[in-house]
């Protein structure tokens, strides 16, 4: 199995992009989302999920162990597929080192670490209007990323969109801190491994797919 790391803060389109290349290549490739995994935790009601539930909602992030465990579960029963895209895992360099010894034992490499890189002030803008399919989690955005059928998913065709609790203005601020105190230091991390990749995640959602195809080797 090949992993493919895509780094960036909230709001910075590494969801948007692993669904596309997902949809669009013909390799056997998996995104796993962690925020989709927790939230799916969440859902489940568990006792997991409602300390999740009070982390997330107030723009905290989840204990390394915690998350880990939650994907360290999913990906045990995806080890069968050829390549697959991590979104929001690893935030923190404890996380790198707790995936660095999974892939090491189970004989796996990570490909490429992707670095979506784009100003605070626009991920404001871009998270305030975001919303996700409440069926397979696709990310929209009511001006820069609607669905092609207005109210219709392009993924799944689900009618059933949210908009998340954590994208307000005020906690988008504090996730953001959050990001550049615990998981920015992440860049520097894979840059000194020589697998990391820096994009301009300014630019619009197909000019940053055609630049990903052109960049990495799926």
Same mark, same amino acid.
């Given at each position: 199995?090949?992993?493919?790391?895509?780094?960036?803060?909230?709001?910075?389109?590494?969801?948007?992009?692993?669904?596309?290349?997902?949809?669009?290549?013909?390799?056997?490739?998996?995104?796993?989302?962690?925020?989709?995994? &927790?939230? @799916?935790?969440?859902?489940?009601?568990?006792?997991?999920?409602?300390? %999740? =539930? /009070?982390?997330?909602?107030?723009? +905290?992030?989840?204990?390394?162990?915690?998350?880990?465990?939650?994907?360290?579960?999913?990906?045990?029963?995806?080890?069968?597929?050829?390549?697959? &895209?991590? @979104?929001?895992?690893?935030?923190?360099?404890?996380?790198?080192?707790? %995936? =660095? /010894?999974?892939?090491?034992?189970? +004989?796996?490499?990570?490909?490429?670490?992707?670095?979506?890189?784009?100003?605070?002030?626009?991920?404001?803008?871009?998270?305030?209007?975001?919303?996700?399919?409440?069926?397979?989690?696709?990310?929209?955005?009511?001006?820069?990323?609607?669905?092609?059928?207005?109210?219709?998913?392009?993924?799944?065709?689900?009618?059933?969109?949210?908009?998340?609790?954590?994208?307000?203005?005020?906690?988008?601020?504090?996730?953001?801190?959050?990001?550049?105190?615990?998981?920015?230091?992440?860049?520097?991390?894979?840059?000194?491994?020589?697998?990391?990749?820096?994009?301009?995640?300014?630019?619009?959602?197909?000019?940053?797919?055609?630049?990903?195809?052109?960049?990495?080797?799926?």
């Amino acid at each position: 199995m090949k992993f493919f790391v895509f780094l960036g803060a909230p709001g910075s389109g590494k969801g948007t992009q692993a669904q596309n290349l997902v949809s669009s290549n013909a390799n056997p490739l998996l995104h796993i989302s962690t925020g989709q995994l &927790i939230r @799916d935790e969440i859902n489940c009601g568990t006792e997991l999920g409602c300390q %999740l =539930k /009070e982390k997330t909602n107030t723009g +905290g992030l989840v204990s390394d162990t915690d998350i880990f465990d939650v994907l360290a579960k999913k990906l045990a029963t995806v080890m069968h597929k050829e390549i697959v &895209i991590l @979104d929001g895992f690893p935030r923190t360099l404890n996380q790198a080192a707790l %995936l =660095k /010894e999974f892939v090491e034992k189970t +004989g796996n490499t990570i490909e490429k670490v992707v670095y979506f890189s784009i100003a605070d002030a626009a991920l404001v803008d871009r998270l305030a209007g975001r919303f996700t399919c409440g069926h397979c989690g696709a990310v929209y955005h009511n001006h820069h990323n609607a669905p092609k059928v207005s109210g219709v998913c392009d993924f799944c065709g689900s009618h059933d969109f949210h908009v998340r609790q954590d994208d307000t203005k005020e906690i988008i601020e504090k996730r953001l801190s959050v990001f550049h105190a615990e998981t920015e230091p992440l860049v520097s991390y894979y840059e000194a491994l020589g697998v990391l990749f820096k994009l301009d995640a300014s630019q619009s959602v197909e000019s940053i797919k055609e630049t990903l195809l052109k960049n990495i080797s799926l």
